[in-house]
């Protein structure tokens, strides 16, 4: 838990304490006035607003964060490209010379075949014993609209709402 988050939920805790207090002390107090109250006595609203602040600052972060592991993914991307392309020229500089094997300290180079890859083209014409039964998919987005237009899906069901926290700045 971190200090905001902490100091937060102090002060929820003395909210809820002082709200308490007042709702006991008068029957016929107003809900508005006993918010209005807290408000002036309890650093509730500060303490939410630095909790959203970090939240923001947090999202920042791991946006920028998202940002280079991005960067380097592409970068990466490059050097394997590049590392692909320099075996590419060995191996054809190798095949060109004539040469199978080369040898040097901790390192040796031999020209290879590589095994076979399977071409299928046409699945058709593929006899049933190379067959295999896949399962069933289910349409998440179709069965979503369908309960969502009232219709009922057995073993299906849309959860209940939750609120969540939307902040805009400026």
């Keep these: ?17 002082l709200r308490h207090r007042l709702m006991e002390a008068g029957d016929t107090i107003d809900d508005d006035v006993v918010l209005d109250v807290l408000a ?15 939240a923001l600052e947090d999202e920042d972060v791991a946006s920028r964060l998202r940002g280079s592991m991005d960067e380097m993914e592409t970068r990466l991307r490059q050097i394997e490209r590049r590392a692909e392309g320099r075996r590419e020229s060995a191996l054809n ?6 040469l ?3 040898e040097a300290p901790g390192l040796r180079i031999e020209v290879r ?6 071409v299928v083209s046409d699945e058709r014409l593929v006899p049933e014993a190379f067959k295999v039964q896949r399962p069933a998919w289910l349409d998440y987005r179709a069965i979503h609209d ?6 009922e899906v057995p073993g299906a069901s849309l959860t ?5 926290l939307s902040v805009r700045t400026s």
Excluded at 93 to 98: C, L, R
Excluded at 146 to 151: D, R, S
Aim: glycine content about 6%.
């Design 113 to 118: 075949r590589a095994p076979p890859l399977l």
């Design 146 to 151: 369908a309960l969502k237009g009232g219709a």
């Design 1 to 17: 838990m971190t200090v905001n988050s902490e100091l937060l939920s102090a002060e929820l805790t003395r909210f809820r304490e």
């Design 93 to 98: 500089a190798m095949a060109e010379a004539g």
């Design 100 to 102: 199978q094997r080369l």
């Design 160 to 164: 209940d709402t939750q609120p969540y």
């Design 40 to 54: 002036g006595v309890s650093d509730l609203h500060d303490a939410i607003l630095n909790e959203v602040r970090s």
